[in-house]
Nanobody, 123 residues
Framework: QVQLVESGGGLVQAGDSLRLSCTASGRTFSSYTMGWFRQAPGKEREFVADITWYGRTNYADSVKGRFTISEDNAKNTVDLQMNSLKPEDTAVYYC?????????????????WGQGTQVTVSS
């Protein structure tokens, strides 16, 4: 089992920045992908960004150039730096881990999920 705990969400204004953090504990994998997804009310969960165990990153078009995903292996954390936030970024943000390293922009590729953290961006 893997436990994932997100933190760092909150209420900010458009144009502000937030940094989300996800701390992993429990079982470890030799190869994996850590991902961030988000879900707004009434919408499906959507891919935001991911990072593989060897450092490859991938971003949704809607966040490219504004969000940065990074990993600290020593601390077992994966962070999501979010800059230039927009009202449409408002959602619950989830951290997840997958034992796969491809097709990881799909929620069904992931094996474990955190409980989520709310991000609200006011206009």
């Amino acid at each position: 089992q893997v436990q994932l705990v997100e933190s760092g969400g909150g209420l900010v204004q458009a144009g502000d920045s937030l940094r989300l953090s996800c701390t992993a504990s429990g079982r470890t994998f030799s190869s994996y992908t850590m991902g961030w997804f988000r879900q707004a009310p009434g919408k499906e969960r959507e891919f935001v960004a991911d990072i593989t165990w060897y450092g490859r990153t991938n971003y949704a078009d809607s966040v490219k150039g504004r969000f940065t995903i990074s990993e600290d292996n020593a601390k077992n954390t994966v962070d999501l730096q979010m800059n230039s936030l927009k009202p449409e970024d408002t959602a619950v943000y989830y951290c997840a881990v997958s034992r796969a390293t491809c097709y990881t922009d799909r929620p069904d590729a992931y094996d474990y999920w955190g409980q989520g953290t709310q991000v609200t961006v006011s206009s």
